[in-house]
């Protein structure tokens, strides 16, 4: 599988989150977190740990820490870092070929992000739903999760992500065989790679198109 086709790497940054929740949940979950500070440094070390380890590969060790963080986000109510933990399980179950746990796992937590309001992150997720239907070889599928990741980026003004959601549909296109569109999707990713590099002062270009670079 491309390197842009993998899932997007996890972050615990949640900005933003408290303003997109209605009064009385507001107040729930703050009072839930005030009450509950060790369960929830216990289930952040947990996440922590599970993606460390995931991401040496080390998926059999790494997933019972993110499934035990997944249960006590759940216990204390924390929705934002529940759908983290779910992402993060997706990409792992990927990773071990159990496509439909990860399928499930992407989904409940795109259902969440939706519910909380978390445009980028409901983005990501569809890229990451997206990136599971490429490896069972349903690329319509994938095509169709990309798009609505392209959509959301693009309303909210995320560059990188779109051009990651424009790469992953030209890899998409290619491998249905759809060789012009595949062309025009990965001209466009190129095109905004190289224009978030000159601003940024480095390049977060795939190494796949490097060689095309001038």
């Not at 979950?29 to 380890?53: C, H, I, V, Y």
């Not at 990927?94 to 499930?104: I, K, S």
């Not at 519910?115 to 997720?125: H, T």
């Not at 569109?181 to 977060?204: C, T």
Request: some cysteine; aromatic content about 8%.
């Amino acid at each position: 599988m491309p390197p842009a086709m993998r899932a997007l790497t996890l972050s615990l940054a949640i900005a933003g989150l408290v303003a997109c929740l209605p009064p009385s949940i507001i107040f729930l979950e703050t009072a839930t977190a005030q009450t509950n500070p060790a369960r929830k440094a216990e289930a952040d070390s947990l996440l922590k740990q599970g993606n460390e380890l995931t991401d040496r590969g080390e998926f059999q060790k790494g997933i019972p820490m993110l499934e035990e963080a997944l249960k006590i986000y759940r216990s204390i109510g924390d929705r934002q870092r529940e759908a983290l933990s779910l992402n993060s399980l997706g990409n792992a179950y990927g990773n071990l070929g159990q496509y439909q746990r990860a399928v499930e796992s992407h989904q409940q937590a795109i259902a969440i992000y939706r519910q909380i309001g978390d445009r980028k992150w409901e983005a990501n997720s569809l890229n990451s739903l997206g990136g599971v239907y490429y490896n069972l070889g349903q690329y319509q599928r994938a095509m169709e999760f990309a798009k609505q990741a392209l959509a959301i980026y693009r309303q909210i003004g995320d560059r990188q992500g779109e051009a990651n959601s424009l790469y992953n549909l030209g890899v998409a296109y290619n491998n249905s065989g759809q060789y012009q569109r595949a062309i025009e999707f990965h001209q466009q990713a190129l095109a905004i790679y190289r224009q978030i590099g000159d601003r940024q002062g480095g390049s977060p270009i795939p190494r796949q198109f490097e060689g095309s670079i001038p």
